[in-house]
């Protein structure tokens, strides 16, 4: 997931499950302004996943891991 901030702020980004359980977290504290690439470097089963913004902005992309 890429994203971009205006000015820093506080923010969680966390991966999902499709049974909505937190499998991962990506980012949790300060998010400085600027361009960030979130990678997910967790381990994942095969199965579809959310990986959800949360801070001055919420955001939230799909993504599906295959074997």
């Given at each position: 997931?890429?994203?971009?901030?205006?000015?820093?702020?506080?923010?969680?980004?966390a991966v999902f499950?499709?049974?909505?359980?937190?499998?991962?977290t990506l980012h949790?504290?300060?998010?400085?302004?600027?361009?960030?690439?979130?990678?997910?470097?967790?381990?994942?089963?095969?199965?579809?996943?959310?990986?959800?913004?949360?801070?001055?902005?919420?955001?939230?992309?799909?993504?599906?891991?295959?074997?």
């Open positions: 997931m890429t994203v971009t901030t205006h000015r820093p702020h506080p923010a969680t980004i499950d499709a049974l909505g359980r937190r499998v991962a949790q504290g300060a998010l400085a302004a600027g361009v960030h690439v979130m990678p997910v470097d967790a381990v994942l089963p095969p199965g579809t996943y959310v990986v959800r913004l949360v801070g001055e902005t919420s955001m939230s992309a799909r993504f599906t891991v295959a074997r």
